[in-house]
C-alpha cells in the first residue's frame, strides 16, 4: 500500500512537470544527433561536389530537400506553386582577341593596352575630362557644368573626392553625393575611363579580374550597366598627345588629390572602342517551404529561419590524389541539415499561431545572392516577416588540449555564439535567453555581437540581406576554425550532440516567436 502510494506521488508530481512543459519541448526533442548525422553525410558527401552557385551538386542538394519537404506535408513557399526561388546567374565573358582601343592609328589590345568591365560596347566618341565625377548639388560640386558629355567617354580619376573617403560611400551617398557611374547613366555618357596609376602597374592581374562577370540578373538594376576601362600608361601618353594637359599631370592629379579643371580634349580626338563579350546563363534555386500556423488571422505573418545551402565547390589539384573537393560539412551543411530536422519537428508537432518559413539559401558564398534575391523579391509579403533566424556554422566545437591558433576560437560543446541582439534586435536577445533557461540551457556567447568586431560577422552571413529590410534578426555561429573554407572540412570533424542542442534551441527560439502575442520591434534600417 505505502509503496502504491510513493509511485502514485511520483507520477503525480512527474504530471504536474509535464503540464509545466511548453508544448514545442516534445517537437524539439525528436531533433537528434543520429538524424544529422544522416542528413549531413549526404549534403555533405563527395557526391555533390562541394555545392557550388550553381552546380548539379547544389541541384541535388535542393532536390534531395525537396523530397523531405513533399513527404512531410510542407507548403510549397517558392514561385508558382513550388518549393523553388529561381536565380538567372549570367557570366559575361570578354572575348580577348576581338577588344581593342583605338586612338588614331595606335590600337591597344585587352590585357597590354587597357582592361575593362565585361560590358558589351562598340563606340566611337570624344573623351571629357570631369575630375573625380562625383557631384553633390547641395554643395555646388558639379564638374560637369557647362559640358557636353552625352555619347562621351568620361575621363576620371582613380580614387575618390576628400569628401567621399572621409565620410564612406554610403553615407556619401546619403548626403547627396552622386558617384560617376550614376552621373553617367543619368547625364548620358557612354563609358568611363578611369585613371588608376596602381592598377597602371598590374594590368595583366587585373584583366584576369575583369575578364568575367557574373551577376544575378533578378538583383540586376534596369538601367544598363556603365562600361569601365582603366587604361595603360602607353593608352593614357596616346590620349593626352596634343593636349594641354598631359598624362603626367593627369597621374600627378591623382596622387595629389587635387581634381583641377574639368575639360573636353580636342574635338576631333576620338576614341574606339570595342568590348567584345560573350554571354552564358545558368541557374541555382532557393528552397522555401512554409508550416502553417494555426491562428487564422496571425497565420499571415511569417518568422522565417535560414541556413545556406552551398559552398564553395572544387578546387583545383596541385599533386596528383589530392583532396580539393570542399564538402562544407559546417559550413553551412550544419545549418542546412539543422534546418531540415526542424522542418520535420513542425510538420509533426504542435502547431504555433503564425506561420514558420523555412529557407534554404544559394549564393551566400558569392555575396549572399539568394537572401538578397528573397528580401528583393520576397515570395511572401516582405512587411509579414516579423522575424529572420539565421543558422551558419553550428557543427564545431573546441577540443580540449587543442593547441592550434587557428581553432582558438571555436566555442566549447555546450557553448554557441550569438550574433544580432546587441547590434539590432534586443527582444529577440530576450526571448532566446529565456527560452534556454527554460530548457538546455547552453552558454550564449555574445562576443561577436559587437559593431567593434573586427571579423565583421553581423555583415557576413544571409541573416544581414534581412536586417537592411528592418526585420528583426538573430544569427548562431559555433566559431572560426582550421578547416574553414578548405576541402578538410568533413562530416567526422562535426559535434554532433552539441548540433542537436543547437538545434532544438533554436527550434524553441522560432516556435516562441511564432507562438507570442506581439511581433519584435522593427530594426533600424542604418544599424
Not at 276 to 305: F, H, Q, S
Request: proline share 6%.
Amino acid at each position: 500500500m505505502k509503496r502504491a502510494l510513493f509511485v502514485g506521488f511520483w507520477l503525480l508530481l512527474l504530471g504536474v512537470a509535464l503540464a509545466d512543459r511548453p508544448a514545442w519541448m516534445t517537437s524539439a526533442e525528436t531533433i537528434t544527433p543520429t538524424d544529422l548525422q544522416a542528413h549531413l553525410e549526404f549534403i555533405a558527401s563527395d557526391a555533390l561536389e562541394g555545392r557550388d552557385t550553381p552546380s548539379r551538386g547544389l541541384d541535388l542538394a535542393g532536390m534531395y530537400i525537396v523530397s523531405h519537404l513533399k513527404r512531410w506535408g510542407l507548403k510549397p513557399g517558392g514561385e508558382n506553386g513550388t518549393y523553388y526561388q529561381t536565380l538567372t546567374i549570367r557570366t559575361d565573358r570578354v572575348n580577348l582577341e576581338s577588344s581593342v582601343v583605338r586612338i588614331g592609328e595606335q590600337t591597344f589590345r585587352y590585357g597590354e593596352g587597357f582592361v575593362a568591365r565585361a560590358v558589351p560596347l562598340s563606340l566611337t566618341a570624344q573623351p571629357v575630362y570631369v575630375g573625380y565625377g562625383w557631384t553633390n548639388h547641395a554643395q555646388s560640386i558639379d564638374p560637369y557644368k557647362g559640358l557636353d558629355v552625352r555619347d562621351k567617354v568620361l575621363v576620371v580619376l582613380g580614387g575618390f573626392p576628400r569628401p567621399v573617403a572621409q565620410l564612406g560611400l554610403e553615407r556619401a551617398e546619403a548626403e547627396g553625393w552622386i558617384s560617376p557611374e550614376e552621373n553617367a547613366l543619368r547625364r548620358g555618357a557612354r563609358a568611363i575611363l578611369r585613371i588608376d596609376p596602381v592598377l597602371m602597374e598590374r594590368l595583366d592581374r587585373q584583366s584576369r579580374m575583369w575578364a568575367r562577370r557574373r551577376v544575378v540578373e533578378e538583383l540586376e538594376r534596369d538601367e544598363p550597366a556603365i562600361p569601365v576601362l582603366i587604361p595603360s600608361r602607353k593608352l593614357l601618353d596616346a590620349l593626352c598627345q596634343g593636349e594641354e594637359v598631359g598624362a603626367e599631370e593627369l597621374v600627378q592629379r591623382v596622387q595629389s588629390g587635387e581634381a583641377g579643371e574639368p575639360f573636353a580634349f580636342r574635338a576631333n580626338k576620338r576614341l574606339q572602342i570595342e568590348l567584345a563579350v560573350e554571354t552564358t546563363r545558368e541557374y541555382a534555386r532557393n528552397v522555401i517551404a512554409i508550416v502553417e500556423g494555426r491562428d487564422p488571422a496571425l497565420k499571415n505573418e511569417y518568422v522565417v529561419v535560414g541556413a545556406h545551402l552551398d559552398h564553395v565547390g572544387i578546387g583545383t589539384p596541385r599533386q596528383p590524389g589530392e583532396d580539393v573537393i570542399f564538402n562544407g560539412a559546417d559550413d553551412d551543411g550544419s545549418g542546412t541539415v539543422a534546418l531540415l530536422e526542424m522542418a520535420e519537428a513542425f510538420a509533426h508537432g504542435a502547431r504555433p499561431r503564425r506561420s514558420v518559413l523555412f529557407i534554404w539559401h544559394v549564393g551566400e558564398e558569392k555575396g549572399l545572392w539568394g537572401s538578397r534575391l528573397f528580401t528583393e523579391k520576397p515570395t511572401v509579403p516582405l512587411q509579414n516577416i516579423i522575424a529572420q533566424v539565421n543558422i551558419d556554422m553550428i557543427g564545431r566545437s573546441r577540443s580540449p588540449g587543442d593547441q592550434n591558433p587557428r581553432n582558438a576560437d571555436l566555442s566549447a560543446p555546450d557553448e554557441i555564439y550569438v550574433i544580432g541582439p546587441k547590434l539590432a534586435s534586443p527582444e529577440l536577445g530576450k526571448i532566446l535567453e529565456q527560452v534556454n533557461h527554460q530548457y538546455l540551457r547552453l552558454h550564449l556567447n555574445p562576443r561577436y555581437d559587437d559593431p567593434n568586431d573586427p571579423e565583421r560577422l553581423y555583415y557576413r552571413s544571409d541573416h544581414y540581406s534581412y536586417a537592411r529590410k528592418g526585420i528583426p534578426v538573430i544569427f548562431f555561429f559555433s566559431g572560426l576554425h582550421e578547416d574553414y573554407h578548405r576541402p578538410s572540412d568533413h562530416v567526422d570533424k562535426i559535434d554532433f550532440e552539441k548540433m542537436a542542442k543547437v538545434t532544438r534551441t533554436v527550434f524553441g527560439l522560432v516556435w516562441t516567436l511564432a507562438e507570442q502575442e506581439t511581433r519584435p520591434a522593427r530594426v533600424k534600417v542604418a544599424q
